[in-house]
């Protein structure tokens, strides 16, 4: 699985997508796809305001449950309606399945995450 230049990481396996001005898509990497397994239910709690590193989702496996976990202080734009109708399409491609659009509510600090280097030599160990 290719992870790409473009994408911004964090330690909790989200990546994001620049798309304008402090606004981002976002999404969980290959390494957290492949470790919670099939992933069969995503439930994504519309929000006025999301807090960093607070939970603002479930994501359900056939092996686990786990919170989507929020990359930064913002507020949820769109939900991805198509993934959360058939969460199954994030077990492919789960780098081009995007869950939600959010705004991130302060200047974007892009030294807060992880460059695609910086997250491949975290997950190899």
């Known amino acids: 699985m290719d992870y790409s230049d473009k994408f911004f990481y964090t330690k909790e396996h989200v990546w994001l997508k620049f798309l304008s001005d ?8 290959n ?20 807090l960093e ?3 603002m ?3 359900e496996s ?4 786990s919170d989507f976990i929020s990359p930064a202080d913002g507020k949820i734009l769109n939900i991805n309606h198509d993934l959360i109708k ?3 399409l994030i077990n ?13 509510i302060e200047t ?18």
């Not at 402090?22 to 990497?29: F, P, V, W």
């Not at 390494?31 to 999301?50: C, M």
């Not at 492919?92 to 705004?103: A, F, G, K, N, Q």
């Open 22 to 29: 402090n606004k981002y898509q976002i999404g969980i990497t």
């Open 108 to 125: 974007f600090n892009k030294n807060c995450f992880l460059s695609k280097a910086e997250y491949l030599d975290q997950i190899k160990n």
């Open 92 to 104: 492919d491609r789960p780098h081009e399945s995007w869950i939600c659009e959010i705004l991130i």
């Open 57 to 59: 989702g479930v994501i």
């Open 53 to 55: 590193n607070q939970p």
């Open 31 to 50: 390494f957290a796809q492949d470790l919670l397994g099939d992933i069969v239910f995503i439930d994504i709690k519309p929000s006025e305001i999301i």
């Open 62 to 65: 056939v092996k686990t449950a």
């Open 86 to 88: 058939m969460p199954e």
